[in-house]
């Protein structure tokens, strides 16, 4: 700033004062001169005035030279005073900016947690004012008490207070003044030269969301929400560890199914079917603890885990509940349907390592409760673990035959009983086993029927019945067109592509089809009929045979039968084994199915003649044909031409037995 003094002084600059000097001492002289004349003191004094007047213009002008550079230092001063400001402000601009758009609700906290600064993000989430907020609460009363405990001991356990937060992350529920809980993840940080900090709170809450459904998805069933597999196994592990640690502590298993729970699927549609898993699982569902587990383990079945148990008979007690519940019906669109299931229980659970195990031997009791009729409750017993055991080493071993071929057909004949004479065969599947010798389907075919193992051993044994037959055809020695019969199981009879297989098989045998007959039980028909129907027709359209076996065991409508597309009826064997008997009910039975079959234009043979007595009744019967150890065991293939030649000797005469050596 330019001082007042100043001014004057400069305007009397160097030269200025300098002719003021000079013109003052001209002016003297002057003066004197014209006074006193001219004087050497005058002179002097002239001299003097002008010296002194050049000192003063000296002195000046350094006033003005310092007072110059004063300024210019003053106005640096202040131009950098000015940029600082400036530069101050902008910086100040920038960390409010970024401060508000961390994209997170961020604060600045003091050492004793208290929040002293909060951009909106974080008002905003924590639903207050300013002046309610900053000073006044803490960033830990935001938290759920859990993660807050946990951060407090952290704090505690350092000595440190906040600097022993910092750097590190918390996971964590943020509940603010609308009581919204929200997830949040929150980083603290340190502010240099302070003992604060930042903490910014990102909201993770749909990411956790996103978690939360991904990992319900992997361990529950999406249909009725329960628990799956994983999961349930889990639960089991976690029961298992528990009763290692606590001697008194017991926990059950039960392995439920469904009893016929296709039908439902099958009469009402697939999504009735999944109404009624849903229901089934809230009733069953409701008849638990809370601490009992229920999960679905795939289709119809279900497992449940009952914890903590005082005694045995207090699980028995809940089962028998839950079978109770299950008496009544379900309604499915207005239409009741009853669901009940068969549950197989594991009690004694305490020397199981493997949760896997327990549901294997729980499945394995639910079978046999399966096997003894339905809706009923079976208990697991070593027995039954035994029986498993065997049935899964007979299936190891049925697999290991069916890829080295130890299984060959033998073959029974079939008779017409007025003369005698042989029309054809029944392929009757033998195993040869290395180490137990032959082994009759009985022993077999229900374990290959189980296990799916069915399908490859009916090929092999069509194949080999197919080539053998071919073998036969068209013999000079027999002159006749043998027939040959396969039992087809009636869940294969149900697979598809059975047809394609079997026109395939005919076709490289090079026979034709109207010498295969295929027998199958009425069960074929019951459990899908429709389809069963369908298939049937279509293979009698390419000229093979159905033959209706075992009639009279099953469920024997001799109504239904004219619904069926068949040609041929086997009267089962029971009936024929009591037909000597004194009470003519079972007569009086087989007649009728004769005579009803021969109206419904079906061919019938008898099962099992063992006696000259039953081939008479029958022949009076007016039954076409027999197969029975009367005439024949079943003989070995290369048995067959022997058996034919001979039977057709018989022609004329009265029937009588054929007997070769048995084939089994
Ligand atoms: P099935 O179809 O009723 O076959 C007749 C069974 O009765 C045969 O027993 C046969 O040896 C036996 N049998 C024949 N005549 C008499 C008799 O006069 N008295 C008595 N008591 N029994 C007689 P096998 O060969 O042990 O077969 C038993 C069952 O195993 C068959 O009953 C059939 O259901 C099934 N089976 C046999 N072979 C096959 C096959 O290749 N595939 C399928 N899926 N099942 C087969
Ligand atoms: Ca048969
Ligand atoms: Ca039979």
Redesign the pocket.
């Known amino acids: 700033m330019e001082a007042s003094f100043v001014r004057p002084v400069k305007i009397l600059d160097r030269i200025g004062l300098l002719i003021i000097g000079a013109a003052a001492a001209l002016f003297y002289l002057y003066m004197d001169t014209s006074l006193r004349g001219i004087q050497p003191s005058s002179l002097l004094t002239v001299a003097v005035i002008v010296f002194i007047s050049a000192c003063t213009q000296i002195l000046v002008h350094s006033v003005h030279t310092s007072n110059r550079k004063l300024q210019e230092a003053n106005q640096t001063l202040e131009r950098k005073v000015r940029e600082r400001t400036a530069e101050l402000r902008s910086s100040e601009m920038k960390y409010r900016t970024i401060f508000e758009n961390t994209g997170a609700a961020t604060i600045i906290v003091e050492e004793d947690m208290r929040i002293s600064l909060a951009n909106s993000r974080f008002l905003t989430m924590s639903g207050y004012r300013p002046r309610e907020l900053l000073q006044r609460k803490t960033w830990l009363e935001f938290i759920d008490d859990a993660s807050r405990r946990r951060i407090e001991e952290l704090g505690t356990i350092g000595e440190a207070g906040l600097a022993a937060l910092f750097g590190r992350q918390f996971s964590c529920q943020f509940c603010g003044r609308d009581q919204n809980i929200r997830d949040v993840l929150v980083t603290l940080a340190p502010i240099p030269e302070s003992r604060g900090g930042v903490a910014t709170f990102a909201d993770v809450t749909e990411l956790k969301e996103a978690e939360r459904r991904i990992s319900f998805q992997a361990f529950h069933d999406s249909l009725t929400r329960l628990p799956n597999r994983a999961l349930f196994l889990e639960h089991l592990a976690m029961a298992i560890k528990r009763g290692k640690r606590k001697a008194d502590y017991r926990f059950a298993v039960i392995y439920l199914d469904i009893d016929r729970f296709k039908l439902v699927n099958d009469s009402l549609g697939h999504s009735a079917g999944d109404e009624l898993l849903i229901a089934f699982a809230e009733r069953i569902r409701s008849g638990l603890r809370e601490t009992d587990v229920l999960a679905r383990l795939g289709g119809d079945e279900f497992v449940v885990l009952l914890e903590d148990l005082d005694c045995p008979e207090a699980a028995q007690e809940i089962a028998e509940r839950l079978q109770a519940s299950l008496r009544e019906p379900f309604v499915l669109r207005g239409r009741e349907v009853f669901a009940a299931a068969s549950f197989g229980m594991l009690l004694e659970t305490a020397g199981y390592e493997q949760p896997d195990a327990i549901i294997r031997d729980a499945d394995a009791a639910m079978y046999h409760a399966k096997e003894r009729g339905r809706g009923r409750i079976q208990l697991f017993d070593r027995g039954l673990h035994e029986k498993a055991r065997l049935q899964l080493q007979q299936e190891t071993d049925l697999r290991k035959a069916i890829d080295r071929s130890q299984f060959c057909n033998v073959y029974?004949p079939i008779v017409r009983l007025k003369c005698g004479s042989i029309v054809g065969f029944?392929?009757?599947?033998r195993w040869h086993h290395p180490e137990r010798g032959t082994i009759?389907?009985?022993q077999f075919?229900t374990t290959a029927e189980e296990t799916g193992l069915?399908l490859p051993l009916?090929r092999l044994?069509v194949e080999q019945a197919c080539r053998d037959a071919r073998d036969w055809y068209r013999r000079p020695e027999t002159g006749a067109e043998l027939s040959v019969s396969?039992?087809?199981?009636s869940r294969h009879f149900l697979q598809p592509g059975l047809l394609d297989e079997v026109l395939e098989t005919l076709a490289e045998a090079e026979l034709p089809a109207t010498l295969l007959r295929l027998?199958i039980t009425e069960s074929a028909f019951l459990e899908d009929s429709e389809e069963a129907v369908r298939l049937a027709q279509r293979l009698r359209d390419h000229g093979i045979r159905i033959a209706i076996?075992?009639f009279g065991t099953g469920y024997s409508s001799l109504g239904y039968l004219q619904r069926l597309p068949i040609d041929i009826l086997k009267i089962d064997?029971s009936f024929i084994s009591r037909l000597h008997l004194a009470s003519g009910d079972n007569r009086n039975i087989v007649e009728a199915i004769i005579s009803l079959a021969h109206k419904l234009n079906l061919t019938v043979v008898a099962?099992?003649?063992?006696t000259p007595e039953q081939h008479r009744i029958l022949l009076d019967f007016g039954c076409d044909f027999g197969?029975?150890?009367?005439y024949s065991?079943?003989v070995a293939a290369k048995e067959v031409l022997s058996l034919v030649c001979a039977s057709g000797l018989l022609d004329d005469e009265p029937p009588r037995p054929l007997a070769v050596a048995s084939a089994?």
Do not use: H, K, W
């Open positions: 029974q029944e392929a009757l599947v009759p389907p009985s075919i069915i009916t044994i396969v039992n087809i199981s027998e076996d075992d064997r099962e099992g003649i063992e197969q029975g150890y009367y065991p079943p089994g």
